[in-house]
């Protein structure tokens, strides 16, 4: 069983910078493509960016991509999400996300998600 814990989420003034991190048991992460989802209120959960298993490939929806960046640390079982210039628009539950085959922007297609971080960005 596959556990993810997301972390560094908050309230930030819109220009600013949040780094979210979702640390993930067992010592078989480097198998899993990860991806990070976003769900605002009454909407539904939405893309944001997908890693490959080693981190060279990356894949960002156009309403975040210049701005954010994901990352992962296999030494340290950690996916990253670095968040800069952030605007009001960014507000939502940010969730990472684990699958075997394949990094798509499917939410449905990832077997294992963590908790949910909130992320509100004032204006």
């Known amino acids: 069983q596959v556990q993810l814990v997301e972390s560094g989420g908050g309230l930030v003034q819109a220009g600013g910078s949040l780094r979210l991190s979702c640390a993930v048991s067992?010592?078989?992460?480097?198998?899993?493509?990860m991806g990070w989802f976003r769900q605002a209120p009454g909407k539904e959960r939405e893309f944001v960016a997908t890693?490959?298993?080693?981190?060279?490939?990356?894949n960002y929806a156009d309403s975040v991509k210049g701005r954010f960046t994901i990352s992962r640390d296999n030494a340290r079982n950690t996916l990253f999400l670095q968040m800069n210039s952030l605007k009001p628009e960014d507000t939502a539950v940010y969730y990472c996300?684990?699958?075997?085959?394949?990094?798509?922007?499917?939410?449905?297609?990832?077997?294992?998600w963590g908790q949910g971080t909130q992320v509100t960005v004032s204006s």
């Open positions: 067992g010592r078989t992460f480097r198998r899993y493509f």
């Open positions: 890693i490959g298993l080693s981190g060279s490939n990356t």
């Open positions: 996300a684990a699958r075997i085959l394949t990094a798509t922007m499917s939410a449905a297609d990832y077997d294992y």
